[in-house]
């Protein structure tokens, strides 16, 4: 009997070439996107499991209030004074540790280079319980001591057994030794320490906190309000009772009560995360819950396949009635038939599954590439998902039209006859009209989408960053004794047009805030503006234009701000000036403003630029003071000729180590900076595309097998109305609009949704596009002209049908 069934199977496969093919692509659009989001899921939610304290450990982020225009909604950091005082204050806490990252620069013999060190508090090695090589949990126990993996051992030494080896750590004004104590496995990549999306943070080499006064003796973390900053992490671990609300809470309540006005007006709350989640701030930062709206995503997509089949299939099935009643009448029972329609669609679904496996395996390298995951397929360890889904999907996508085509009795299944309610006939046409509203909605979001970041790209040749050299680390003593010298040098270059120092380069969101007035002393109306130390040229080599007033001048001594003076001249931007109540750029020139912490640190506009993002044009545009002083500066930016040789760029590494032979040579192009900015922007985008390709092709499914559903139903009334004499000018408008109809409702419903949608899109964005509503009603156009050709092509081949089929029974 299963021989029997088997054979019916495939021959009906064979014999329905077009609905198979159209059913194991719908199908197998539809698991791969579900398995996909499924695997990704799962690798996201379950990273740090080879750590025993996981479900007890947390890390703390800070909230931003939504109304402080920050950029983000959260930051994945905390102060640094909020340590002690958690500790102190609350009971429930059995470890504290926080966890700052600095680039320092550390020399072996004669090799320097700069590596990432983490500085942890000494609960750090007993809420982690890494796996010693060398030594112990407990072999880090001084300031001059360190913890390395055995990746750094190897790359550093060539060897992994270096315990009682030496690295200098140097500082602005020292060399210090620091003792390998012990060394521990690399972790993997699903480890919140290696796995922060758009960031090559790993941890490879970690000392206690106290340490940091080797390098610097201004942090003072212990006390430090001042420094937020997504590099200094806090994780508190509790014994497994206490709530996630109350650490919120609790941690709330200690910031507010202990912290700083001027910090704390622009914190909302601090949120304890569980360690598992950790991987993830890079998406709460947005906002947006990314990895609960993939899940959701993958089974919406799966649900809406599955509905694509049933439609189709029922359509099919319904010309094997005279079969089911032949059946029905030689003996075959109800149960006999469905097990036979069941097999068929299972076998269908099993080609569905092989081919959505094969889908996989070409995105996900895609995937991990874009992202920096490292996700795999274990297909041991998936087996049960994927057979429990297989025979899921089978039993959900058979069981409408099995039932469906098995119920008529025998007589009226001969005869051709079945009776079809319109509960049926309204939920796929609702179905269709929701699949096509999300279509719709995904292709609008596509276009905004690709328009803005086209916008941003645009937008960004205000700075020449394919033209600028950008040197970093250069804030070291040493370094800048011998900077004039090097500058003088570079100038000499044929191919350099220009060479500047600033404390901070465009594209990089570093935000360096100043408080200050208009008025002496007032305190109540006090503006917040970012500070930038530039050199001179600085403008003149990021084209950033004058508007009023002059740039800083050579000739002019006061321009450069010299150490223990009470003044300074500065350069504003645009948005500055309004803020300190000028109406007009040529106002604020020869004015003056203060300091909010020093009142009688006096500054001297002379000048005003234009608005320029200098932060990137996905955050919003801050009000600038520059200044010249000799103080904080981190880049060297060269500015190149059209057409440079490239041999200038060996020149700059040159000269650089000829004068620096004792400090590595860290360069890019600015258009790395701005590459980094936007790589996220970017797998967003191909994310955003890939689900809007996904569900309009099952739109256009659905909308295929709906109207094959009809058609079918409709069968004689064509054969009829042919008869009668109606053409295919007739029948083909007839079927077309009342197939059309399920689309033209959801473009009604899809223009709204799709703009409140774009319109929170755009909200990250400083200088958004305009047009958004054409562009949102060509998204709903082109969705419905699809769908007319596809009906169209359906509906000619209706009309085109010899009517004597249709009526040879009657």
């Known amino acids: 009997?299963?021989?029997?069934?088997?054979?019916?199977?495939?021959?009906?496969?064979?014999?329905?070439?077009?609905?198979?093919?159209?059913?194991?692509?719908?199908?197998?659009?539809?698991?791969?996107?579900?398995?996909?989001?499924?695997?990704?899921?799962?690798?996201?939610?379950?990273?740090?499991?080879?750590?025993?304290?996981?479900?007890?450990?947390?890390?703390?982020?800070?909230?931003?209030?939504?109304?402080?225009?920050?950029?983000?909604?959260?930051?994945?950091?905390?102060?640094?004074?909020?340590?002690?005082?958690?500790?102190?204050?609350?009971?429930?806490?059995?470890?504290?540790?926080?966890?700052?990252?600095?680039?320092?620069?550390?020399?072996?013999?004669?090799?320097?280079?700069?590596?990432?060190?983490h500085f942890v508090d000494p609960d750090f090695t007993k809420m982690f319980d890494f796996s010693y090589i060398y030594g112990t949990a407990e072999s880090l126990t001084g300031p001059s001591q360190i913890v390395v993996t055995d990746e750094m051992a190897e790359k550093y030494f060539g060897r992994v057994d270096v315990v009682g080896e030496t690295i200098r750590l140097v500082s602005q004004s020292s060399e210090n030794p620091m003792q390998?104590?012990?060394?521990?496995?690399?972790?993997?990549?699903?480890?919140?320490?290696?796995?922060?999306?758009?960031?090559?943070?790993?941890?490879?080499?970690?000392?206690?906190?106290?340490t940091i006064d080797l390098i610097t003796d201004t942090l003072n973390p212990n006390e430090n309000w001042s420094h937020l900053s997504s590099d200094f992490m806090l994780y508190v671990m509790t014994d497994g009772t206490v709530s996630q609300d109350k650490l919120d809470r609790d941690l709330t309540m200690v910031f507010n009560e202990n912290a700083p006005v001027s910090e704390n007006e622009f914190v909302a709350s601090l949120k304890a995360r569980p360690l598992k989640d950790a991987n993830l701030s890079v998406w709460y930062?947005?906002?947006?819950?990314?990895?609960?709206?993939?899940?959701?995503?993958?089974?919406?997509?799966?649900?809406?396949?599955?509905?694509n089949y049933a439609n189709l299939a029922t359509a099919q099935n319904m010309g094997r009635f005279r079969e089911v009643g032949m059946r029905k009448a030689l003996g075959a029972s109800r149960r006999q038939l469905l097990i036979q329609f069941f097999l068929e669609c299972q076998s269908i679904v099993v080609l569905a599954m092989i081919v959505s496996l094969a889908i996989i395996e070409m995105v996900i390298p895609f995937f991990n590439e874009s992202l920096g995951r490292v996700v795999a397929v274990d297909y041991v360890t998936i087996l049960p998902l994927l057979i429990g889904t297989t025979v899921g999907v089978g039993l959900l996508a058979g069981v409408y039209p099995a039932i469906l085509i098995t119920r008529a009795t025998p007589?009226?299944?001969?005869?051709?006859?079945?009776?079809?309610?319109?509960?049926?006939?309204?939920?796929?046409?609702?179905?269709?009209?929701?699949?096509?509203?999300?279509?719709?909605?995904?292709?609008?979001?596509v276009l905004v989408v690709y328009i803005q970041n086209g916008k941003v790209l645009k937008d960004s040749e205000i700075f020449p960053k394919s033209q600028v050299v950008n040197i970093q680390r250069i804030d070291n003593d040493a370094i800048m004794e011998r900077m004039d010298t090097f500058m003088t040098e570079v100038e000499k270059l044929p191919d350099v047009e220009y060479v500047a120092l600033s404390s901070q380069v465009?594209?990089?969101?570093?935000?360096?805030?100043?408080?200050?007035?208009?008025?002496?002393?007032?305190?109540?109306?006090?503006?917040?503006?970012?500070?930038?130390?530039?050199?001179?040229?600085?403008?003149?080599?990021?084209?950033?234009?004058?508007?009023?007033?002059?740039?800083?001048?050579?000739?002019?001594?006061?321009?450069?701000?010299?150490?223990?003076?009470?003044?300074?001249?500065?350069?504003?931007?645009?948005?500055a000036a309004q803020n300190l109540g000028y109406a007009t750029p040529e106002d604020a020139i020869g004015q003056t403003f203060y300091s909010a912490n020093d009142d009688s640190y006096m500054l001297r506009i002379i000048g005003v630029t234009e608005n320029r993002n200098i932060l990137g044009l996905q955050n919003h545009l801050k009000p600038f003071v520059f200044r010249i002083r000799n103080l904080g500066y981190r880049h060297v930016s060269v500015r190149l000729r059209e057409g440079a040789n490239a041999s200038t760029l060996n020149d700059l590494e040159d000269i650089w180590r000829e004068i620096n032979p004792d400090f590595p040579y860290v360069w890019d192009f600015l258009d790395a900076e701005f590459e980094d900015n936007f790589s996220m922007m970017r797998s967003v985008n191909m994310a955003i595309a890939g689900f809007?390709?996904?569900?309009?092709?099952?739109?256009?499914?659905?909308?295929?097998?709906?109207?094959?559903?009809?058609?079918?139903?409709?069968?004689?009334?064509?054969?009829?109305?042919?008869?009668?004499?109606?053409?295919?000018?007739?029948?083909?408008?007839?079927?077309?609009?009342q197939f059309s109809k399920p689309a033209m409702?959801?473009?009604?419903?899809?223009?709204?949704?799709?703009?409140?949608?774009?319109?929170?899109?755009?909200?990250?964005?400083?200088?958004?596009?305009?047009?958004?509503?054409?562009?949102?009603?060509?998204?709903?156009?082109?969705?419905?002209?699809?769908?007319?050709?596809?009906?169209?092509?359906?509906?000619?081949?209706?009309?085109?049908?010899?009517?004597?089929?249709?009526?040879?029974?009657?």
């Open 1 to 117: 009997m299963l021989q029997s069934y088997i054979k019916i199977a495939i021959r009906n496969l064979f014999k329905n070439r077009l609905y198979a093919a159209i059913n194991i692509i719908g199908l197998s659009i539809g698991l791969a996107v579900f398995l996909l989001s499924t695997i990704i899921v799962d690798y996201e939610r379950n990273h740090d499991h080879m750590f025993a304290n996981r479900d007890q450990i947390f890390t703390v982020s800070t909230v931003y209030d939504p109304s402080a225009n920050q950029g983000s909604a959260e930051s994945r950091g905390v102060h640094l004074a909020m340590k002690p005082l958690a500790e102190a204050q609350m009971p429930e806490l059995t470890g504290v540790s926080r966890r700052m990252m600095f680039e320092t620069l550390m020399r072996i013999e004669d090799a320097s280079f700069y590596q990432d060190i």
């Open 180 to 210: 390998i104590v012990a060394v521990i496995e690399s972790l993997p990549a699903d480890t919140h320490f290696n796995s922060v999306i758009g960031s090559d943070e790993r941890l490879g080499i970690f000392a206690l906190v106290d």
């Open 285 to 307: 930062t947005t906002g947006v819950p990314v990895v609960e709206t993939m899940e959701i995503l993958g089974i919406v997509v799966l649900a809406i396949a599955i509905i």
């Open 411 to 445: 007589s009226d299944a001969l005869r051709n006859l079945m009776q079809m309610g319109n509960r049926g006939a309204l939920f796929r046409t609702i179905m269709i009209g929701t699949q096509f509203t999300l279509s719709i909605i995904m292709m609008a979001l």
């Open 506 to 575: 465009p594209y990089r969101q570093q935000n360096w805030t100043w408080d200050v007035t208009s008025v002496k002393g007032d305190m109540e109306n006090k503006i917040g503006v970012n500070s930038m130390n530039v050199s001179h040229d600085f403008m003149t080599l990021y084209q950033i234009p004058i508007v009023a007033g002059r740039d800083f001048s050579r000739d002019v001594s006061a321009d450069e701000t010299k150490a223990g003076a009470t003044g300074a001249n500065v350069l504003i931007n645009e948005m």
């Open 692 to 737: 809007a390709a996904v569900a309009v092709s099952l739109a256009l499914f659905g909308l295929f097998g709906l109207a094959a559903f009809q058609a079918e139903q409709r069968t004689r009334e064509i054969g009829i109305r042919k008869v009668l004499g109606a053409g295919l000018k007739n029948i083909v408008p007839m079927l077309l609009i």
């Open 745 to 810: 409702w959801a473009a009604l419903v899809a223009v709204p949704a799709a703009y409140y949608a774009s319109d929170q899109y755009l909200a990250y964005f400083a200088d958004r596009i305009a047009g958004v509503v054409p562009l949102i009603m060509g998204a709903g156009f082109v969705a419905v002209l699809l769908a007319w050709v596809t009906i169209a092509v359906h509906a000619f081949k209706v009309a085109r049908q010899n009517p004597i089929k249709a009526l040879r029974y009657e």
